[in-house]
């Protein structure tokens, strides 16, 4: 039971800097490396003691239709596990990013396909006084796009939102539910004309009660889905 290495290659010469301890060409369409690994342990383990370098880098440049990284598991076990689990581990290291990605062509930086019942992307955060603390998007170049789409074509009729907001402690007296700031002559909310049976704006639990726009240059007030007053121009 004692430690030791079935194999070890060891460049013992730090000045050596142009020496690959393991080098594995594969010509044939094959697999160049495969660990079978049957104990509970890690299948590969890589300790660095590397400081500006990466510790481990996939490079792919024919890439057509492949992938340059798979990650696959076919577990049934319904136990709580993560299929990818990055940690900073030092709260000093407060310029570390969890996770980078740049894309610099016209595609997507991140996609998440869910097809099961569940949330998607769930972020947890214990920031208390930064801005963004959950989700934080900058969008300094746009010119006519979206900083933020949230976009539904369900033909479903039950009732389900696109976007909810609540704060959930009575207590928090000075929270803000909405802020938009605008610093340009311009509008902060746009919303579609509605009607009375459904104003563009309305209230929990009294969806036919609220503000509509029912003409050009006019806002009108409805309740019970009926107007009840009407401002215009004239």
Known sequence: NGTRNLINVHNDHSSATGTT?????????????????????????????????????????NLTTGELLTISSDSSSTTARKLVNIINDNASAVDAVGLNVQQDAAAY?????????????FVDTEATTINGAGLDIQADALTTGTGQRIYSNSSNTGAFKLLALKNDHASATGSVIVYAEQDAAASVFLGTAGAVAHPTYSFIGDVDTGVSHPTANAVNIVTAGAEALRVDGS
């Open 109 to 121: 930086a991140i996609r998440v396909d869910a097809n099961a019942n569940n949330t998607s992307i």
């Open 21 to 61: 301890c393991l080098n594995v060409r594969q010509d044939a369409a094959a697999t160049a490396l495969k660990i079978t690994h049957y104990a509970d342990s890690y299948g590969m383990w890589i300790d660095s003691a590397a400081t500006t370098s990466s510790n481990l880098r996939l490079t792919g440049d």
